[in-house]
C-alpha cells in the first residue's frame, strides 16, 4: 500500500471518542458506507457554505452535501475576524474538566491570586516545551499549574530529569533553571507522582507536549509563537 494511503487510512481510523451530537443523516450515511471503519460522532453544516463538520471523536473532517469527497486536515480560517473555526471546534469537543486536574501534584507557579489559570503539561527535555517556559516567565495574571509528563519514548533521561524536579526543595525554580539555563537537576529519589500523572495523561488523551489546558478546560497542543497570544488564548472564553 502506497505510504500515502496508508497515512490517510490511519488518520481516519485513529481511536476516537463518543460524544453522541446530532447527526445529517445522508452526508453521514454516505459516508459510512463509503468508509465504514470512521467512527462518525456528529455531522453538521460547517461555517462554510456547501460544507459539512464530520466528527469523528476528536478529530474534525469536512464533506461535501453528498458525502462524496471527504477533506482530512484542512482548516476553516474566518480572515475577517482572524479565527481558526476549525482550531475552536476541536477546542470545544476536546474540553477537559478542571475537576479532574489532581492540582495537588503539580509545581505552581504565577500570582496566587490570579483570576486565570492554566495547566501545564510538559517534559524537561522536550524543545517546545521550553519555548514554552520561557513564555510563561513573562505571563501575568495566570496562575499555572504543571504537571511533569515526560515522554521517555521520545526523550530517554527526561524520567530522570522530571523525579530529580520534583525532589528538590524549590521545584519550580528548579523547573526554570533546567529547561531554560540548562542546568541537570541531577539525580533524586522521592515518592513522587509521574506514574499518577502519566495515567492521567492516558486517560485524558495527551500525547504530546506541551499541552496546554485553561480555566474553562479547552485545550491546546504546542507553544504559541508570543505571551501575547497565549494569555489571548486563556482569556477567550
Known amino acids: 500500500m502506497p505510504r500515502r494511503i496508508s497515512f490517510f487510512l490511519f488518520m481516519l481510523l485513529a481511536p476516537t471518542l463518543v460524544f453522541g451530537e446530532p447527526m445529517d443523516s445522508a452526508v453521514e450515511q454516505a459516508i459510512r458506507q463509503a468508509i465504514p471503519q470512521l467512527n462518525i460522532t456528529a455531522v453538521r453544516p460547517a461555517p462554510m457554505e456547501g460544507l459539512y463538520e464530520v466528527q469523528a471523536g476528536s478529530n474534525i473532517y469536512y464533506a461535501d452535501k453528498n458525502g462524496r469527497h471527504l477533506i482530512v486536515g484542512g482548516h476553516i480560517i474566518d480572515t475577517q475576524a482572524q479565527r481558526d473555526l476549525t482550531q475552536e471546534r476541536i477546542e470545544d469537543i476536546t474540553r477537559i474538566d478542571w475537576k479532574r486536574l489532581p492540582l495537588d501534584l503539580a509545581i505552581v507557579s504565577g500570582d496566587p491570586k490570579a483570576p486565570h489559570k492554566l495547566a501545564v503539561f510538559t517534559d524537561p527535555d522536550c524543545p517546545y516545551c521550553k519555548r514554552l517556559e520561557a513564555l510563561l516567565k513573562d505571563l501575568k495574571g495566570v496562575r499555572v499549574y504543571t504537571f511533569l509528563y515526560p515522554l521517555t519514548q521520545l526523550h530517554p533521561d527526561a524520567w530522570r530529569k522530571a523525579q530529580a524536579i520534583w525532589c528538590s526543595k524549590d521545584r519550580h525554580d528548579t523547573l526554570v533553571k533546567t529547561m531554560l539555563e540548562g542546568i541537570d537537576p541531577g539525580h533524586a529519589t522521592c515518592a513522587h507522582p509521574l506514574d499518577r500523572i502519566g495515567k492521567l495523561g492516558d486517560e485524558l488523551g495527551i500525547s504530546g507536549t506541551p499541552t496546554?489546558?485553561?480555566?474553562?478546560?479547552?485545550?491546546?497542543?504546542?507553544?504559541?509563537?508570543?505571551?501575547?497570544?497565549?494569555?489571548a488564548w486563556i482569556l477567550r472564553q
Open 212 to 231: 496546554l489546558i485553561a480555566g474553562d478546560g479547552r485545550r491546546m497542543a504546542g507553544a504559541p509563537r508570543s505571551v501575547e497570544d497565549l494569555k
